[in-house]
């Protein structure tokens, strides 16, 4: 099938990674041409995106839209097949965003600014290829694509010790890549025909076990991305060593594309393994959330904290993809779009600080409010929108997912209790590792990185980024429907799809329930028994 309609999403996908093409033929010693020919590109590829929302879109439809399929590798039944809907559409306009940021707060690279800014681009382009993609070896070849240009920016514009974090960053992420590989094609060889397409995957009869290993297989693939504890322990390494810009996409929209897979591939296309596995989510949810604020709490660079912050944070994600609620559901994609935000701003503001101090180190810091004020005041509204602040998106976010699950009939009362009490305890710790951040390097004497140097304050191009950050993080949290409008409807139709494979489970494999410990003693017998509403 062809469609008949302008390529939107594929004029979106190819446009920066085709401009990146022609960067080695721009003549320019200095990087100054580079630079804007980057940023001009990725202003482009934004208002485009803009555009295309806004006038092809329909917010009120929970199907695919703007739908492209074309043969491409016809022999094999691959086909280049594109299509948003709820759950994608504002993560490609965050994509757009943060990308687009993170090339304006590159402005001051000077090493091999060719090079960075065509990996730049490069990466523009996958990124928005993952959250679009329809077909699995469409989806896994974009997943891969995108590893290539991350690994290379740490590894040459990184800190100290860089090679060992993007060492680490490749083989994590390429590792679980291999069970993405594997799942597809199991999926593409089950049943009497075989295909990659995504929406015929989610319709075919699997067998119980065969759901449960593919589940399985995917949630390694996509918790390592996400991250979901013991596969983290990438993330704080790189965004330790990785420079700002590149920390800012790392951040605020790397991590959302296993979130995004885990709701389109696990929840979607295999809802009876999700009725089993959803309690696991929860758990490791929990443990995401305790475990990231208090090894938080713990590091003295300040990467590295904000690092483990955003482990916490996405637990909250996990919990609402486990909660059987539409709220749950809907709390769990706003918090993917507000913690990309808050993530993105507090990354870039921690580069502006380093760029004065020369150090990531809380113990040589202190006193910089009074030599920097206006990184102070957006240094400290990021941090209050990060420890869920009411009036910010972080509240709005973590609040709908604690809602949706307590009030979620799938679990019986003492599960919930549990994780309720448990999140709680992250919710506790994030604004001591935050208040404590901004005490240590804002207030207090003066560090020995700080003592008897003149530093300048946040420049107009720096206050702009941060700006185009903080606004709109500030409008979802006063008015949360500027973002759950676009995608609500969507959400309540997967949040019903996963339940009603509550009762199809329930009633083939009820005798086998007993087996599965991790499932029987926290559902309501009543919900196993098929009575969902």
Known sequence: MVSTQFPWLTTIILLPLVASLFIPLIPDKQGKTVRWYSLGVALTDLALIAYTVWNHYDFQNSGFQLVERYAWVPQLGINWSLAIDGISMPLVVLTGLVTTLSVLAAWRVD??????HFLMLMMYSAQIGVFCAQDMIQFFLMWEIELVPVYILIAIWGGPKRLYAATKFILYTAIGSIFILVAALAMAFSGDHITFDMQELGLKEYSLGFELCVYGALLIAYGVKLPIFPFHTWLPDAHGEASAPVSMVLAGVLLKMGGYALIRMN?????????????????LGIVNIVYGALASFAQRNLKRRMAYSSISHMGFVLLG?????????????LQMVSHGLIAAALFFLAGVTYDRTHTLDLDEMGGLAKKMPSVFALFTIGSMASLALPGMSGFVGELAVFLGFTTSEAYNPAFKAVV??????????????????????????????????????AKPREFFIAACLLIPIIGIGLYPKLITQTYDVKTVQIAA?????????????????????????????????????
């Open 420 to 457: 309720i009490l448990l999140s709680a305890v992250g919710l506790i710790v994030t604004p001591m590792y935050l208040l404590s951040m901004l005490r240590e390097m804002f207030y207090g004497q003066e560090g020995n990185a700080v003592v008897g140097v003149s530093l300048l304050d």
């Open 321 to 333: 993809i486990a909660s059987f609620t539409d709220l749950g559901m809907s709390g769990a994609v």
């Open 111 to 116: 090493q091999k600014p060719r090079l960075f």
């Open 267 to 283: 929840m979607e296309m295999l809802p009876h393994a999700h009725v089993y596995f959803a309690p696991v989510l929860a758990i």
């Open 497 to 533: 799809h996963v339940r009603n494979a509550v009762p199809v489970v329930a009633h083939q494999h009820l005798e086998n329930l007993p087996r599965f410990s991790f499932a029987t003693p926290v559902f309501q017998q009543n919900e196993l028994l098929g009575l969902v509403k």
